[in-house]
């Protein structure tokens, strides 16, 4: 009996082995799948901060990741013997398409694909993408389609060496515990998408990041639909009380700019004139730019998520589980305006997720909650944006302590040259400070003729509330690279590893001349503020308290235009798959 026992399931091992068994096509996908993974895998190693030690069993686990996963499609083509030819080409459709996306990925921002990419990617529009591909020069398809050739070439001969080795029980078994391994981990990898959740590097390949990474996000998504739509309740204020250091109304303006850099003002030391209007109002007293800002994140999405809200990367907390600035503003008797030159559709878009919350958005094109021309050029919001004084009586009455805009330019955002008219081309090569020839030079003059048609935009906006008493700030979600990344020479962009070109964001507070004659001592106090290190996450909480309005989330350490200022936190940045502290400015850049 216990013979007969034995000898069943040896026959039915021997048939499960004889699944393991694979054809031409299976065995060149396998070595495809094996180099191109450990290639990704070898490069990203250094940036998951793992110590150098774990680097042979971190290899060996992506080894058996690869033997799993690829024994999965095989096991998969067997079961289903009437497309198993389909199955195979699936397998190598795949992994070329994960090794073209990640190794794209780490060669511009040193990032693979994750749940937090694929949050980007959907806050994404039509516009962004087209301009994005457009962005996409010959060296880096290069870089991408030459070491995939390569592959390819070598899995072939290595696929006709180790066609021998296939009936070989022992290396059957190998496959089979592989492939038990990675089916136990996929469950465990699904549980944790599926509660919102990541796995770690260290046990994930491509193949899981591509499947799992967007259903992370979507779960992400369905618990922010679930928990915020994104409206606070009510009880995110209780208890809040205002205190207002205000006799009348005033304005407080937030112009949000996009990818600009302070090192790329000529208000911060930058040797060509990019700023000449800030500049002069730096000279009158109207400007205060700030030494030392730091992007909270190197993407607006993110970047957006802590400048509007009270989120300081708790890690117990996420940004939905506070109020927004907007809100807080309108439950002290502000009127709240959002006025936009971007698209405000996208469920992960700024203007979705924060400007909703306004009581009026409007965009350059005439219509509220929705842009249906394309985007134009920034000066065309100048006329659209109102201040205090153009509320009508009743709203006045409604919100009798003032005004709260923000105001969502497209800034430097890439294209550079489809940001500003051709009037403002005053750059050349020739005034790129850093030279590297090419294509390279005339992207970066064009991103310096972004800046000051950005100026412009800014010495125009001010003038619409130079007669009211208005605290006007401006500041960028993110900096930019250009060129100038030791880690990414060839990066013109922003999003990935976050690196100081990124997080070095220019901030300016803007005081008119009423503002200043009626609050002389907290214009001073603002003034006397400008060299202090501070973060864009910490703007809620400044501007909350600037006017008088405390809520339970309400920190004076981080009120940097307060007398308590001492952030106990290091001012960080995010960016994908990792949060960086980078060093004070140790230099007076400013006036």
Same mark, same amino acid.
């Given at each position: 009996?216990?013979?007969?026992?034995?000898?069943?399931?040896?026959?039915?091992?021997?048939?499960?082995?004889?699944?393991?068994?694979?054809?031409?096509?299976?065995?060149?996908?396998?070595?495809?799948?094996?180099?191109?993974?450990?290639?990704?895998?070898?490069?990203?190693?250094?940036?998951?901060?793992?110590?150098?030690?774990?680097?042979?069993?971190?290899?060996?686990?992506?080894?058996?990741?690869?033997?799993?996963?690829?024994?999965?499609?095989?096991?998969?083509?067997?079961?289903?013997?009437?497309?198993?030819?389909?199955?195979?080409?699936?397998?190598?459709?795949?992994?070329?398409?994960?090794?073209?996306?990640?190794?794209?990925?780490?060669?511009?921002?040193?990032?693979?694909?994750?749940?937090?990419?694929?949050?980007?990617?959907?806050?994404?529009?039509?516009?962004?993408?087209?301009?994005?591909?457009?962005?996409?020069?010959?060296?880096?398809?290069?870089?991408?389609?030459?070491?995939?050739?390569?592959?390819?070439?070598?899995?072939?001969?290595?696929?006709?060496?180790?066609?021998?080795?296939?009936?070989?029980?022992?290396?059957?078994?190998?496959?089979?515990?592989?492939?038990?391994?990675?089916?136990?981990?996929?469950?465990?990898?699904?549980?944790?998408?599926?509660?919102?959740?990541?796995?770690?590097?260290?046990?994930?390949?491509?193949?899981?990041?591509?499947?799992?990474?967007?259903?992370?996000?979507?779960?992400?998504?369905?618990?922010?639909?679930?928990?915020?739509?994104?409206?606070?309740?009510?009880?995110?204020?209780?208890?809040?009380?205002?205190?207002?250091?205000?006799?009348?109304?005033?304005?407080?303006?937030?112009?949000?700019?996009?990818?600009?850099?302070?090192? !790329?003002?000529?208000? !911060?030391?930058?040797?060509?004139?990019?700023?000449?209007?800030?500049?002069?109002?730096?000279?009158?007293?109207?400007?205060?730019?700030?030494?030392?800002?730091?992007?909270?994140?190197?993407?607006?999405?993110?970047?957006?998520?802590?400048?509007?809200?009270?989120?300081?990367?708790?890690?117990?907390?996420?940004?939905?589980?506070?109020?927004?600035?907007?809100?807080?503003?309108?439950?002290?008797?502000?009127?709240?305006?959002?006025?936009?030159?971007?698209?405000?559709?996208?469920?992960?878009?700024?203007?979705?997720?924060?400007?909703?919350?306004?009581?009026?958005?409007?965009?350059?094109?005439?219509?509220?909650?929705?842009?249906?021309?394309?985007?134009?050029?920034?000066?065309?919001?100048?006329?659209?944006?109102?201040? !205090?004084?153009?509320?009508?009586?009743?709203?006045?009455?409604?919100?009798?302590?003032?005004?709260?805009?923000?105001?969502?330019?497209?800034?430097?955002? !890439?294209?550079?040259?489809?940001?500003?008219?051709?009037?403002?081309?005053?750059?050349?090569?020739?005034?790129?400070?850093?030279?590297?020839?090419?294509?390279?030079?005339?992207?970066?003059?064009?991103?310096?003729?972004?800046?000051?048609?950005?100026?412009?935009?800014?010495?125009?906006?001010?003038?619409?509330?130079?007669?009211?008493?208005?605290?006007?700030?401006?500041?960028?979600?993110?900096?930019?690279?250009?060129?100038?990344?030791?880690?990414?020479?060839?990066?013109?962009?922003?999003?990935?590893?976050?690196?100081?070109?990124?997080?070095?964001?220019?901030?300016?507070?803007?005081?008119?001349?009423?503002?200043?004659?009626?609050?002389?001592?907290?214009?001073?106090?603002?003034?006397?503020?400008?060299?202090?290190?501070?973060?864009?996450?910490?703007?809620?909480?400044?501007?909350?308290?600037?006017?008088?309005?405390?809520?339970?989330?309400?920190?004076?350490?981080?009120?940097?235009?307060?007398?308590?200022?001492?952030?106990?936190?290091?001012?960080?940045?995010?960016?994908?798959?990792?949060?960086?502290?980078?060093?004070?400015?140790?230099?007076?850049?400013?006036?």
């Amino acid at each position: 009996m216990l013979r007969g026992s034995l000898f069943r399931l040896h026959s039915r091992s021997h048939k499960w082995l004889l699944l393991m068994q694979q054809s031409l096509h299976q065995i060149f996908n396998f070595w495809l799948l094996f180099f191109c993974q450990l290639a990704i895998e070898i490069l990203s190693f250094p940036y998951y901060g793992y110590h150098s030690h774990r680097f042979p069993l971190f290899i060996l686990t992506q080894i058996f990741l690869v033997v799993g996963w690829h024994f999965f499609f095989v096991l998969l083509s067997k079961l289903l013997l009437r497309f198993r030819t389909m199955i195979n080409v699936l397998e190598t459709i795949l992994v070329v398409l994960v090794f073209t996306v990640e190794k794209y990925l780490f060669s511009m921002y040193k990032a693979n694909i994750s749940d937090s990419l694929f949050e980007i990617i959907l806050s994404t529009n039509q516009r962004e993408s087209n301009e994005f591909m457009q962005s996409i020069d010959h060296t880096q398809v290069l870089s991408v389609v030459l070491p995939l050739a390569l592959f390819a070439f070598i899995s072939y001969i290595f696929c006709l060496f180790s066609v021998k080795y296939e009936s070989g029980v022992l290396l059957r078994i190998v496959y089979f515990v592989a492939l038990l391994g990675v089916l136990g981990l996929t469950i465990i990898k699904g549980s944790q998408a599926y509660k919102g959740g990541t796995t770690p590097p260290s046990v994930t390949c491509g193949l899981d990041r591509i499947i799992w990474s967007p259903i992370t996000n979507l779960q992400v998504n369905k618990i922010l639909q679930q928990r915020a739509s994104y409206r606070p309740k009510q009880e995110y204020l209780k208890g809040a009380t205002l205190n207002s250091p205000f006799s009348k109304s005033v304005d407080f303006v937030i112009i949000l700019g996009e990818t600009a850099r302070a090192d !790329y003002f000529s208000s !911060y030391g930058f040797p060509k004139k990019t700023t000449p209007i800030l500049d002069s109002l730096v000279d009158s007293g109207d400007a205060i730019c700030f030494n030392d800002a730091r992007s909270a994140a190197n993407s607006t999405i993110s970047s957006s998520k802590r400048i509007f809200t009270f989120w300081n990367d708790d890690s117990k907390k996420q940004w939905y589980d506070f109020p927004d600035i907007l809100t807080c503003f309108k439950h002290a008797g502000y009127a709240t305006r959002w006025y936009t030159n971007q698209e405000t559709e996208g469920l992960n878009s700024v203007e979705y997720l924060f400007g909703r919350t306004a009581q009026e958005i409007q965009t350059p094109q005439g219509r509220k909650n929705g842009v249906i021309e394309p985007i134009g050029y920034d000066e065309k919001i100048i006329p659209v944006v109102r201040n !205090y004084n153009d509320l009508s009586i009743k709203e006045k009455q409604e919100n009798h302590a003032g005004q709260i805009s923000v105001i969502h330019l497209m800034g430097s955002h !890439y294209l550079y040259e489809a940001r500003f008219p051709s009037k403002f081309k005053h750059f050349k090569t020739k005034d790129v400070v850093k030279k590297r020839g090419g294509a390279a030079d005339n992207r970066v003059a064009d991103y310096m003729n972004s800046i000051r048609y950005t100026d412009y935009v800014l010495g125009a906006l001010y003038s619409r509330y130079k007669e009211r008493p208005a605290l006007v700030i401006y500041l960028s979600d993110h900096g930019e690279s250009l060129y100038d990344n030791p880690e990414q020479p060839d990066l013109c962009g922003h999003a990935g590893r976050p690196c100081i070109e990124q997080a070095d964001v220019p901030f300016v507070v803007l005081i008119t001349p009423a503002f200043r004659a009626a609050y002389p001592e907290l214009s001073k106090r603002i003034r006397d503020s400008r060299f202090r290190p501070i973060s864009t996450a910490w703007l809620t909480n400044t501007l909350t308290l600037t006017a008088g309005i405390r809520t339970r989330y309400s920190d004076e350490r981080y009120n940097f235009f307060g007398d308590k200022f001492a952030p106990p936190k290091s001012r960080t940045t995010e960016g994908e798959g990792s949060v960086l502290v980078f060093p004070d400015v140790k230099t007076k850049r400013v006036k």
